[in-house]
């Protein structure tokens, strides 16, 4: 026997060093559990009962998402003001299009004067319209890190509003979560593996993750 062996002991198991393997020579990997979002617990309906009626799409009992879940957070200042300017720009641009003077409807509206009126409307025209205006101005504040995506916004009714108003109104956030219609577990990133359109990423992302696509319905939408 060796002077290096002791007589007390053991010699190691299979599985020991099977286990004494995988300590030293394996590789470390994290599975983080999807994300799996559907109606509020609140609402204790069986799942047809929730189905939508008429031309609303069915809409998924369950959608996963793989990705790792981000804390949420309110809607940011920035998001806030310019969900504002947007709403003031609506009604703006609503009056001159019933042919209000552009003087007097800036004035009382945007409280600018003419000069600067004008230049607005040329601006909101360069975009097409003022839905594809916000839409670009809601992109570039994410991409700089000022306005919160739709999975890191947290749910309340001013941040539905904010999302509903980057779809371009409500019908079309509806058209913006068809693609996890027709089943009743939906994947999030495979249904929309697809869609090149940023914006409504972010309103599919929201509707989801604050589960806004349940809610529209239950609100009577």
């Not at 799942?47 to 009992?61: D, H, I, M, T």
């Not at 919160?148 to 371009?168: E, K, M, V, W, Y």
């Not at 693609?179 to 929201?206: I, M």
Request: net charge positive.
């Amino acid at each position: 026997m060796s002077s290096e062996e002791s007589p007390n002991r053991r010699p190691a198991t299979p599985t020991q060093l099977g286990r004494k393997r995988r300590k030293l020579g394996g590789t470390l990997r994290c599975f983080c559990a999807a994300s799996r979002i559907g109606p509020a617990r609140s609402d204790i309906r069986p799942p047809a009962a929730r189905q939508p009626k008429g031309p609303y799409p069915s809409v998924p009992e369950t959608v996963v998402d793989l990705r790792p879940p981000v804390p949420q957070k309110p809607l940011t200042a920035s998001a806030l003001a310019l969900l504002e300017l947007y709403y003031r720009l609506n009604a703006f641009v609503m009056a001159t299009e019933e042919k209000a003077p552009v003087e007097w409807v800036a004035e009382r509206i945007l409280g600018v004067r003419k000069a600067r009126a004008y230049a607005i409307l040329r601006e909101i025209g360069a975009h097409a319209d003022l839905e594809a205006w916000f839409r670009q101005k809601v992109l570039v504040g994410m991409g700089r890190g000022r306005i919160g995506r739709g999975r890191q916004t947290r749910p309340s009714p001013l941040a539905d509003a904010f999302f509903i108003a980057l779809a371009g109104g409500e019908s079309q956030a509806r058209s913006c979560v068809r693609c996890l219609a027709g089943t009743a577990r939906a994947d999030l990133q495979a249904a929309a593996r697809d869609d090149h359109d940023e914006a409504a990423s972010e309103v599919r992302d929201y509707m989801v993750h604050s589960r806004l696509l349940w809610r529209l319905r239950t609100d009577g939408g």
